[in-house]
């Protein structure tokens, strides 16, 4: 690259060859000619500089010209001859040599600071790592140059950068990326949703199995299991292998507590012994004011202070909604029947034997007795004892819980009005009595068969409950609960409780015998029944399915029930009237 100052320096004559006079007269001249070429000298220096700078930021190659244009140029032929004077060269010399110097420090600034940037860059990427793209490769950083000229980048502040051809490529495998991962989650989402459905029902099943109240523990011991500890004392080869497996077998009962584990086959009635201890005792008494066991219990005189055991052994859906709430309303599941149906034998089992062992324990006759109450009503269902072909009900399990119920009852000195709450066929259609729907026991194809067999039941019950261990604890033995008489024939149910109370009085029971009044009303039952001791009318009076009575204060409602229900009583202790 060509430099004007230099060259005009170097074709300068020597000042010895040329006379004094002409040196003398062109002085002025050369004086005036020095200062403007290093005028110009310095300012073109100044130019080339930020175009070098500028063509070094944008990554560009571009000349830079020095020279004058052609038409300034002087010819060599008519350049000046005059030699400078020894000052003037001096004073140029300093400057060409003020002007080096000063280009030589901005040179090493320039140096200096491209070391720095690039020390910081590689601090950076020794930091962070160089980014990459998909596939691994580094990617590019582009500030400047030729791709940036030709539109091939996209601008992004940051500096990290890709080109427009990269960005449609990269837009490509993303949503290539997004549909197969759509068609993957819908192949997944077909699978798992069946496989959900049948694993949700089964691990329902389990969940109800397993707490024993539809996904709760429930009851008073809510908690472990039963340590079952007595089964210590006796060997499982104690066991028969004809009573392996069996009602019998005390190594499959879910709670052994309090029962005697001892192996008998022994039954009254038909009905077995096994779980009962060989002892009791009468002496206990529920409060100061109640006589104890042992001793009589004036009825019709003395007032009774109980409580109902309900959706124990036999179970109602408004009393335990947790067995019931896991299940749709398509799936019918409104009562015990179809809970057990629903459930199968071995779940069902499993399911209300945990029920059983939890619902009503110990601690809840306890606490009876600490509330001042002195009568308990159990009700129990007939296939305690026994089931039908087409039953899915649990068969006698819930037996052994009642006579342990009736054991807890004696040890707190309650006395127990023992209820057969549920008949063959339903007596009256309602859940509480295993089956919703129809009344299939005196009533319909099946209805004196179901009678019939209702009466057997009564033959055994009353022989195994005449037993010398129960007639001071089972002060009120029950026929039938609320037998609904608006759909029966009166005359089929009065002939029924006639043949039922004969049965059990033959047997040896000599408590009093509750039959329901059928919500027919007191009047109703005037004249019938007549000449048979020991009868009590079970009559249900209630306020909570009234909407106008249930409004009533606690204070109202006992009011209620003395005006207007003890005069019914007066008149049910009088033959001629009740």
């Given amino acids: 690259m060509a430099n004007y100052r230099d060259e005009s320096r170097h074709e300068r004559s020597s000042p010895r060859t040329r006379p004094r006079r002409d040196r003398e007269h062109g002085n002025r001249d050369q004086e005036g000619r020095d200062k403007r070429r290093s005028r110009d000298s310095t300012a073109d220096e100044k130019k080339r500089r930020r175009r070098t700078t500028s063509g070094e930021r944008h990554a560009r190659t571009r000349r830079i010209e020095t020279e004058p244009p052609p038409e300034k140029r002087v010819p060599e032929s008519q350049r000046s001859s005059n030699v400078l004077s020894i000052d003037s060269l001096a004073k140029l010399d300093a400057l060409n040599e003020k002007g080096a110097s000063v280009d030589k420090q901005r040179e090493r600034d320039r140096i200096k600071k491209e070391k720095v940037a690039a020390g910081r860059v590689i601090k950076e990427r020794g930091k962070h790592g160089r980014r990459k793209d998909e596939h691994g490769r580094e990617k590019r950083r582009v500030v400047s140059g030729p791709l940036a000229e030709e539109g091939m980048v996209a601008r992004k502040r940051g500096g990290y950068v ?313 002060v009120i033995y029950g026929l039938v609960n609320e037998p609904r008489m608006s759909a029966l024939s009166v005359d089929d149910v009065i002939t029924w409780t006639t043949s039922a109370v004969d049965i059990v009085r033959k047997n040896g029971i000599q408590q009093l015998v509750a039959f329901g009044d059928g919500f027919l009303g007191l009047p109703k039952w005037q004249g019938k029944l007549q000449g048979i001791r020991g009868l009590m009318l079970d009559a249900h009076q209630y306020v909570i399915f009234n909407p106008d009575q249930i409004k009533f204060s606690h204070q109202k409602k006992i009011q209620y029930a003395c005006t207007g229900w003890s005069s019914q009583m007066k008149q049910s202790l009088d033959t001629s009237s009740g």
């Fill in 162 to 474: 890709k080109s427009v051809s990269d960005e449609d490529d990269d837009g490509r495998k993303r949503r290539k990326r997004l549909w197969l991962a759509i068609g993957s989650l819908a192949l997944l989402l077909a699978i798992l949703i069946p496989v959900g459905i049948v694993v949700s029902k089964k691990k329902q099943a389990a969940t109800i199995v397993a707490t024993g109240e539809g996904g709760s523990t429930g009851g008073a011991t809510a908690g472990s299991d039963p340590s079952n500890s007595n089964l210590h004392s006796v060997h499982e080869g104690d066991i028969p292998s004809s009573a392996k497996g069996s009602v019998l077998d005390p190594f499959t009962w879910y709670d052994t507590t309090d029962f005697n584990v001892t192996f008998t086959s022994e039954t009254v009635g038909d009905l077995p012994i096994m779980g009962l201890n060989s002892t009791w005792n009468d002496t206990t008494q529920a409060n100061e004011y109640v006589p104890p066991l042992d001793k009589n219990w004036v009825y019709g005189t003395m007032p009774i202070r109980g409580v109902n055991l309900g959706g124990w052994l036999s179970v109602e859906p408004f009393i335990t909604p947790s067995l019931f709430k896991n299940y749709k309303e398509n799936q019918g599941v409104v009562d015990e029947y179809t809970l057990t149906k629903e459930l199968g034998p071995s779940q069902a089992a499993k399911l209300l034997e945990k029920h059983y062992a939890r619902f009503i324990t110990e601690q809840d006759f306890k606490d009876v007795q600490a509330a001042g109450f002195d009568h308990v009503r159990i009700p129990y269902s007939y296939w305690a004892i026994t089931t039908y072909p087409g039953d899915p009900y649990v068969p006698k399990i819930s037996w052994r819980y009642l006579l342990r119920g009736i054991e807890y009852a004696r040890k707190y000195g309650l006395r127990v009005n023992l209820d057969l709450h549920a008949l063959p066929g339903s007596q009256n259609g309602w859940n509480h009595s295993g089956r919703q729907g129809n009344i299939g026991w005196l009533n319909g194809d099946d209805g004196a068969m179901n009678g019939q067999r209702s009466l057997d039941l009564h033959a055994q019950l009353s022989k195994f409950f005449s037993q010398p261990r129960y007639k001071n604890v089972i």
